[in-house]
């Protein structure tokens, strides 16, 4: 496993080893002990999630602001665009995000901490992915900021409108969303 810095100190990206022979390929997808040891981190994952989706589809921008969860997200089939905002007031990259592609073929992960909006947009015909989660699922915590949001001007890397959940249509704008302190 290695780890790949992004635009964001605290999002990472992660590539496994990857060992390919005549039967197809092997890879550890989540090893704690190689986590703690790349990040200095042990998180305590309690719910791993599977979503498939269609080209254009954009999930996101979403967050929990109580019970907040960091996210271990990669893709198994397709190819995503996925994207961290910062929502921690007292951090120095405050409001800013980074998007990396999360491939089937490239195995990446993005590691994204408790107290970053998430989303990503499909790229490819159709996509699966999965992601574990260090908290549960707690829908009257849950935030949503606008994807198109123009204080966070995120390149989607579109070239079409997305589709959208009715909750993700409705998403606030940054500077009206709930922040961590
Ligand atoms: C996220 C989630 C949803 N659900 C249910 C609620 C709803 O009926 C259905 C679909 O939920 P959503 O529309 O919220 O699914 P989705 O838009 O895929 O939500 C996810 O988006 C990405 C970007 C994230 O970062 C995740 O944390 C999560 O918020 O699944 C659960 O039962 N458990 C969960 O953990």
């Known amino acids: 496993m290695q780890v790949v810095a992004t635009g964001l100190p605290d ?7 990857v060992f390919g022979d005549a039967r197809g390929f092997f890879f550890e997808s989540y090893n704690q002990n ?4 790349l990040t200095g981190l042990s998180p305590n ?4 999630n599977h979503s498939a989706s269609a080209k254009g589809v954009l ?7 109580r019970q907040p969860q960091g996210k271990l997200v990669r893709v198994v089939a397709g190819e995503v665009l996925d994207v961290a905002v910062d929502m921690r007031k007292s951090s120095p990259s405050f409001g800013r995000w980074t998007s990396a592609i999360l491939s089937a073929e490239n195995r990446r992960q993005m590691w994204v901490p408790e107290g970053f909006a998430h989303g990503f947009v499909v790229l490819s015909e159709f996509a699966e992915f999965l992601y574990k ?5 707690a ?8 994807w ?9 890397q579109l070239t079409a409108p997305p589709a959208l959940s009715a909750k993700d249509s409705r998403g606030l704008d940054f500077l009206l969303a709930p922040c961590f302190d």
């Not at 999002?11 to 080893?17: N, R, S, W």
């Open 45 to 48: 994952f309690v719910q791993d």
């Open 11 to 17: 999002v990472l990206i992660f590539e496994p080893k």
């Open 34 to 37: 190689t986590f703690q040891a």
């Open 139 to 146: 829908p009257e915590h849950e935030c949503c900021i606008r």
């Open 148 to 156: 198109d949001d123009p204080t966070l001007n995120i390149d989607w």
């Open 133 to 137: 989660t260090t908290d549960f699922y």
């Open 59 to 65: 999930r996101g921008l979403h967050y929990q602001i």
